[in-house]
């Protein structure tokens, strides 16, 4: 060996090791439409060598483990005893101050105090290591510790927090209307004058017992020593040091004067089929009609249908998109009931167009489809969005109208402003689609949108300059 091998030797030896990169802790509201940007992220960056603890109820635990993170419990979003209760309560605004109450105020108490125990595991296992926290904006984990309650044991501050926007953006905005109604936006002076009533209106009278539920609770339950600055909605989306809104500008309302902290980040692509995943008998009939010209003759308009994975009554949607669409030759219906072992009720006709499924990731289909027919969740604009499929959207219950009145203002989605079609309704919606480029054309265009924005490489750049920050 020489002196100068030995001096390099005695260098490497010397050095400190390498820093570890961030852990990331994850949490969303456990509900599918909640949990699956979010599990899709982590999955993305544990593939890009992060380690990643996802906090979630049992529900996803496989799909948190199958991702390669690392799971931690957290209870139910809508436990059995209020999904009774609420099913007694008139859709619309009473079961949405009912869910604001109970599910999401009452709900964070816990949701917080099980984010506090896992930060402190993770420092206890690691006390030198960086904590970077997602928390999706609907569990409202990291509100208490941005209003002063006590920081996680082990810690000297606040963990850098990245909020995760997968609900639309409730933010209060001189140029739109409040959150709940569906009023398109309007940044005239008038329409700014009916905004601001609107929201003093809204604010102040439905609402209101909400938001001093939401800060009593803070106050008296979880410790925290500074009154909110804004009404909640506002704090949900503010209670992080970045908020990601999960989908691109174009999918939302034009805002001047929206908060730095909240960017947009663009809705992340398509996934992959699982190639386990066992595919229905009569799949070929979708591939062997995709493999034919565009201009074929013989090549059929394909058109899917879900009520998502909550909402089973198919009277609603389902069963009026089959019975609109039955007449039309040139149309292949692909019915998604929206969770394994679903049925039809027994009297229920399937037409000679249809196939009917009880579990289909969205993606697949839609990689075929033309026209996509939901109940108005945001899910379903965004998996409209980023696959470039014009909808048809029919939903009033929960964020719906909103979500259904945002898609409309899009261009790329016909809203038919009801929970029950009629078949006739439907079977309109779907002919404006097919036979008015515009609204395919728009569809492509916020699909390109998502795209430019590189969702993963935009978020994961954020941490890596928070990481620099220590």
């Known amino acids: 060996m020489t002196a100068d091998q030995a001096q390099q030797d005695l260098i490497v030896l010397s050095m400190p090791p390498a820093k570890k990169s961030p852990l990331l802790v994850f949490t969303a509201a456990a509900a599918a439409g909640h949990t699956s940007q979010p599990l899709q992220l982590a999955r993305e960056l544990v593939g890009r060598g992060h380690d990643v603890v996802f906090m979630s109820s049992t529900e996803f635990r496989a799909g948190v483990e199958k991702a390669g993170a690392e799971w931690f419990e957290c209870p139910e979003f809508l436990p059995a005893a209020h999904e009774a209760a609420r099913q007694g309560i008139p859709p619309g605004p009473p079961r949405m101050l009912y869910d604001m109450h109970h599910l999401f105020i009452d709900g964070m108490i816990e949701r917080a ?24 904006a609907a569990s409202m984990v990291m509100i208490p510790f941005f209003h002063g309650a006590p ?8 963990p850098k927090a990245i909020g995760l926007g997968v609900v639309p953006l409730v933010v209060r905005s001189d140029d739109t209307a409040p959150f709940g109604p569906g009023v398109p936006p309007d940044a005239s002076e008038s ?11 809204m604010y102040g009278g439905p609402f209101k017992s909400s ?47 929206l908060d730095l902290r909240i960017r947009y980040a663009g809705a992340l692509p398509p996934r992959p089929l699982d190639p386990a995943f066992a595919l229905p008998s009569w799949w070929a009939e979708i591939t ?10 013989d090549r059929k308009k394909v058109v899917s249908v879900s009520q998502g994975t909550v909402n089973f009554d198919y009277s609603e949607l389902l069963l009026p998109t089959l019975q609109g669409l039955a007449d039309r030759a040139d149309v292949l219906v692909v019915a998604i009931l929206g969770s394994r072992g679903a049925t039809l009720p027994p009297d229920a006709e399937v037409p000679a167009n249809a196939r009917v499924v009880d579990y289909l990731p969205y993606d697949a289909i839609l990689a075929h489809a033309d026209v ?14 980023v696959n470039g499929v014009p909808l048809v959207l029919a939903g009033v219950t929960e964020d719906k109208v909103e979500v259904s009145a945002m898609a409309e203002y899009s261009g790329m989605a016909v809203n038919l402003k009801t929970q029950r079609p009629t078949p006739e309704a439907v079977a309109e919606a779907v002919g404006r689609i097919l036979e008015e480029p515009k609204f395919k054309r728009r569809a492509m265009r ?7 924005l590189d969702t993963v490489n935009l978020i994961e750049k954020q941490i890596l300059e928070y990481a620099a920050e220590g």
Not at 372 to 382: D, K, P, R, W, Y
């Open 211 to 257: 938001d001093d539920h939401f800060r009593q609770v803070l106050r008296d339950q979880l410790g925290c020593t500074r009154e909110p600055d804004g009404f909640m909605f506002d704090i949900w989306f503010k209670a992080c040091h970045t908020m990601f809104q999960m989908c691109s500008p174009s999918m939302d309302y034009p805002r001047h004067d």
């Open 191 to 201: 329409g700014r004058a009916r905004n601001n009533m609107l929201y003093d209106l």
């Open 372 to 385: 996509s027919i939901n109940n108005g969740g945001f899910g379903g604009f965004v998996h409209g969005a």
């Open 113 to 136: 105090a099980r984010m506090r125990a896992l930060l402190e595991m993770v420092r206890e296992r690691e006390p030198e290591r960086e904590v970077i926290v997602f928390a999706e």
């Open 151 to 158: 920081l996680p044991r082990g810690y000297a501050k606040l």
């Open 288 to 297: 062997a009609n995709a493999a034919l010209p565009p201009d074929s003759p």
């Open 446 to 452: 916020l699909r390109q949108d998502n795209r430019d």
